[in-house]
């Protein structure tokens, strides 16, 4: 399941929460009283984390097991959970996170991937039955990735850029012998968008600016192997492969060609007609079919929430869901025989948990309880959408989390929230690091600056080149809005972010230095000179249209310095913190280590907190407590008790 993050994404959003809590609470819990005398307990750290983060719905053959990964041992491995019971088997014990792909489709093997200590370098790996495990795709330098299994599950297909960093070639795998056969040189910078289930045909994208990408069909039948551009358009559009019909006589592909917003069309592939298949007032974010075909899942970013469907391709209307506790539905899986349905059900106070149901009945099971058992949910803060009006009249919009601790007669302090990017979107849902922060008093206000995805193209684009300006003022604007509102404490305003969001909280100190009190810098990118000249070499195949979004170095590299925060740090004058990963291939340590040093030669308060076993979001639990214990004691000594003499 994907959809339009920008360029997908240089710095890429937080995907993985950075959450933890104060080191000075020593007590599991600590009640204090509102306004309105209504008890709300904060939670210390260790409470937190006691919170467990899962992914994955694959079922086995049988459909007696769902194959996930879970993080409650503290680093993200394996696991088989039972059907029937919830209980659950440990399949993987590595130092790195393994990540689950699917069963084999006729017996109990995994498919699963890893990297090392977070360099972003994943394998494929299989674990055979008796539990032994070999890498598919060795080599140090490697990159591989799963792109599917064939109807018949004799074979399945992964991507690799074994032959050229640069190029992501397809090779297909034997099941049984791991023989592995290559299918297409990749010399042409196209990316595999879908495999047909007869393993015919092979649906390749290419982005040619950062509006504009073309969508192929290579027949694998042709000796010749050329493929087929299935896109032909002369106003720039979208067009992105998404998945095959699982008869492989029809591809379904999204364009925002034909609107404001993407929407998926089907394209024959005997006689070469298109057609609209689904389309909605926002972004159709994903289309794919159980086995056979009877049930059709898509999902819809609605105003930063993900609505899903399924709908019964037999009748053509939406199944009906048995009653379920609040929340949106993510990776719904069918079972082989599709008697059985696995999703997940997240909501501002509640991280994912697993359900499964037998289609047709009347109740759900839940097959996991992933919030800690001493955390009372009640104590936890739904958000509300936001918009405001910025300094040229956009509206911008945001989700804006409010302490229950927080009245006109209680001001709190506040954070304005940057996500990742460029052209990431802060969206609904659980995350345990913005919900630690807030239950300990902190009002967050996640703006979607423009550029942000989610809100149609005109405005996914509004940011090209200009970035750090027109977006900082965004931000700038979504702290005066927070200043507007009689709960917050209009004096006490902070900004942190990740990634893309770290390089804006840097610039919104050095730009506009009176602004924010303070600032943390997720590991954000500080000088755009030396990260557009050092990207990864598996990017190649976006660099043009990354070029697009943020400039060619080779004739923008005045604005890159301009722009870049790390070049005019002595301006930065307000307590900074910054967290980065030792490991990290897209936002380099030294970005982040260079930036310390300056700040530090300005005599402000600098606090550093590297990792050396992690990469661009981390992934070990106590990694992500460090840091969270990092950032409320920060917020603590330099926001909410202010630093020095303020203007």
Same mark, same amino acid.
């Given at each position: 399941?994907?959809?339009?993050?920008?360029?997908?994404?240089?710095?890429?959003?937080?995907?993985?929460? $950075?959450?933890?809590?104060?080191?000075?609470?020593?007590?599991?819990?600590?009640?204090?009283?509102?306004?309105?005398?209504?008890?709300?307990?904060?939670?210390?750290?260790?409470?937190?984390?006691?919170?467990?983060?899962?992914?994955?719905?694959?079922?086995?053959?049988?459909?007696?097991?769902?194959?996930?990964?879970?993080?409650?041992?503290?680093?993200?491995?394996?696991?088989?959970? @039972?059907?029937?019971?919830?209980?659950?088997?440990?399949?993987?014990?590595?130092?790195?996170?393994?990540?689950?792909?699917?069963?084999?489709?006729?017996?109990?093997?995994?498919?699963?991937?890893?990297?090392?200590?977070?360099?972003?370098?994943?394998?494929?790996?299989?674990?055979?039955?008796?539990?032994?495990?070999?890498?598919?795709?060795?080599?140090?330098?490697?990159?591989?990735?799963?792109?599917?299994?064939?109807?018949?599950?004799?074979?399945?297909?992964?991507?690799?850029?074994?032959?050229?960093?640069?190029?992501?070639?397809?090779?297909?795998?034997?099941?049984?012998?791991?023989?592995? +056969?290559?299918?297409?040189?990749?010399?042409?910078? $196209?990316?595999?968008?879908?495999?047909?289930?007869?393993?015919?045909?092979?649906?390749?994208?290419?982005?040619?600016?950062?509006?504009?990408?073309?969508?192929?069909?290579?027949?694998?039948?042709?000796?010749?192997?050329?493929?087929?551009?299935?896109? *032909?358009?002369?106003?720039?559009?979208?067009?992105?492969?998404?998945?095959?019909?699982?008869?492989?006589?029809?591809?379904?592909?999204?364009?925002?060609?034909?609107?404001?917003?993407?929407?998926?069309?089907?394209?024959?592939?005997?006689?070469?007609?298109?057609?609209?298949?689904?389309?909605?007032?926002?972004?159709?974010?994903?289309?794919?079919?159980?086995?056979?075909?009877?049930?059709?899942?898509?999902?819809?970013?609605?105003?930063?929430?993900?609505?899903?469907?399924?709908?019964?391709?037999?009748?053509?209307?939406?199944?009906?869901?048995?009653?379920?506790?609040?929340?949106?539905?993510?990776?719904?899986?069918?079972?082989?025989?599709?008697?059985?349905?696995?999703?997940?059900?997240?909501?501002?106070?509640?991280?994912?948990?697993?359900?499964?149901?037998?289609? @047709?009945?009347?109740?759900?099971?839940?097959?996991?309880?992933? $919030?800690? *058992?001493?955390?009372?949910?009640?104590?936890?803060?739904?958000? +509300?959408?936001?918009?405001?009006?910025?300094?040229?009249?956009?509206?911008?919009?945001?989700?804006?989390?409010?302490?229950?601790?927080?009245?006109?007669?209680? *001001?709190?302090?506040?954070?304005?929230?940057?996500?990742?990017?460029?052209?990431?979107?802060?969206?609904?849902?659980?995350?345990?690091?913005?919900?630690?922060?807030?239950?300990?008093?902190?009002?967050?206000?996640?703006?979607?600056?423009?550029?942000?995805?989610?809100?149609?193209?005109?405005?996914?684009?509004?940011?090209?080149?200009?970035?750090?300006?027109?977006?900082?003022?965004?931000?700038?604007?979504?702290?005066?809005?927070?200043?507007?509102?009689?709960?917050?404490?209009?004096? *006490?305003?902070?900004?942190?972010?990740?990634?893309?969001?770290?390089?804006?909280?840097?610039?919104?100190?050095?730009?506009?230095?009176?602004?924010?009190?303070?600032?943390?810098?997720?590991?954000?990118?500080?000088?755009?000179?030396?990260?557009?000249?050092?990207?990864?070499?598996?990017?190649?195949?976006?660099?043009?249209?990354?070029?697009?979004?943020?400039?060619?170095?080779?004739?923008?590299?005045?604005?890159?310095?301009?722009?870049?925060?790390?070049?005019?740090?002595?301006?930065?004058?307000?307590?900074?913190?910054?967290?980065?990963?030792?490991?990290?291939?897209?936002?380099?340590?030294?970005?982040?280590?260079?930036?310390?040093?300056?700040?530090?030669?300005?005599?402000?308060?600098?606090?550093?907190?590297?990792?050396?076993?992690?990469?661009?979001?981390?992934?070990?639990?106590?990694?992500?407590?460090?840091?969270?214990?990092?950032?409320?004691?920060?917020?603590?000594?330099?926001?909410?008790? $202010?630093?020095?003499?303020?203007?």
């Amino acid at each position: 399941m994907k959809k339009t993050l920008k360029l997908a994404c240089i710095t890429c959003a937080v995907s993985i929460a $950075l959450t933890g809590c104060s080191q000075s609470n020593n007590s599991a819990s600590t009640p204090v009283v509102t306004e309105q005398t209504q008890q709300v307990k904060t939670y210390n750290a260790k409470t937190f984390f006691d919170t467990t983060s899962i992914m994955g719905s694959s079922f086995s053959p049988s459909g007696d097991k769902i194959l996930v990964s879970s993080d409650e041992s503290g680093i993200y491995s394996l696991y088989e959970v @039972g059907v029937k019971t919830g209980s659950k088997k440990r399949l993987t014990n590595f130092e790195d996170s393994t990540y689950p792909v699917r069963y084999f489709p006729n017996d109990e093997r995994v498919l699963f991937t890893k990297d090392s200590g977070g360099n972003e370098r994943f394998h494929v790996y299989v674990r055979e039955a008796d539990g032994t495990i070999e890498d598919l795709t060795p080599g140090d330098e490697t990159r591989a990735s799963f792109a599917g299994f064939t109807q018949d599950g004799s074979q399945f297909f992964i991507t690799s850029n074994q032959r050229d960093a640069k190029f992501m070639d397809l090779y297909r795998v034997d099941s049984q012998t791991y023989q592995v +056969t290559p299918v297409y040189q990749n010399t042409l910078g $196209l990316d595999v968008g879908a495999i047909s289930p007869d393993g015919r045909y092979i649906a390749l994208s290419k982005n040619n600016t950062n509006k504009d990408s073309d969508t192929f069909i290579l027949d694998t039948y042709k000796k010749t192997l050329k493929p087929q551009l299935i896109s *032909k358009h002369d106003i720039p559009a979208q067009y992105t492969p998404d998945t095959f019909s699982v008869d492989s006589k029809y591809l379904y592909y999204s364009t925002d060609a034909k609107g404001e917003f993407s929407q998926v069309w089907r394209y024959e592939l005997a006689t070469g007609e298109h057609s609209a298949a689904l389309k909605d007032d926002w972004d159709v974010s994903f289309i794919y079919f159980s086995k056979s075909g009877r049930y059709q899942v898509s999902g819809v970013n609605a105003d930063a929430s993900t609505k899903v469907t399924v709908k019964d391709t037999n009748t053509g209307k939406e199944i009906a869901m048995p009653e379920l506790p609040a929340g949106n539905l993510r990776s719904v899986n069918f079972s082989s025989d599709e008697k059985s349905m696995a999703f997940y059900l997240n909501s501002d106070t509640s991280p994912s948990n697993l359900f499964v149901w037998q289609v @047709g009945s009347t109740e759900a099971k839940q097959l996991t309880n992933t $919030l800690s *058992k001493e955390i009372d949910q009640n104590d936890l803060v739904e958000s +509300t959408i936001v918009r405001f009006k910025s300094f040229d009249g956009l509206e911008i919009p945001g989700v804006l989390y409010k302490p229950k601790q927080a009245n006109s007669r209680n *001001k709190v302090p506040a954070l304005v929230w940057v996500h990742g990017g460029p052209g990431g979107q802060s969206r609904t849902g659980y995350s345990a690091m913005q919900q630690h922060l807030v239950n300990h008093g902190y009002a967050i206000f996640a703006v979607n600056n423009r550029g942000s995805s989610g809100y149609g193209k005109t405005f996914f684009h509004l940011d090209d080149k200009k970035h750090g300006t027109d977006d900082l003022q965004d931000i700038v604007y979504g702290k005066k809005h927070l200043q507007s509102l009689d709960w917050v404490d209009a004096d *006490k305003i902070g900004i942190m972010g990740g990634s893309y969001g770290g390089f804006m909280t840097a610039a919104a100190l050095a730009f506009e230095p009176e602004e924010f009190k303070v600032g943390i810098n997720i590991f954000g990118v500080t000088n755009w000179v030396r990260t557009l000249n050092s990207i990864p070499p598996w990017w190649e195949s976006f660099k043009k249209a990354l070029y697009d979004e943020m400039g060619d170095p080779a004739t923008d590299g005045e604005r890159h310095r301009a722009i870049s925060p790390l070049f005019h740090a002595d301006n930065i004058t307000k307590p900074l913190m910054v967290i980065q990963g030792a490991n990290d291939p897209r936002v380099l340590q030294v970005e982040s280590d260079e930036l310390v040093a300056a700040v530090k030669a300005n005599g402000i308060p600098v606090e550093y907190v590297l990792f050396d076993d992690e990469g661009h979001g981390f992934t070990k639990k106590e990694n992500r407590i460090s840091a969270s214990n990092a950032y409320l004691k920060f917020l603590d000594t330099y926001l909410k008790e $202010l630093f020095g003499p303020q203007n």
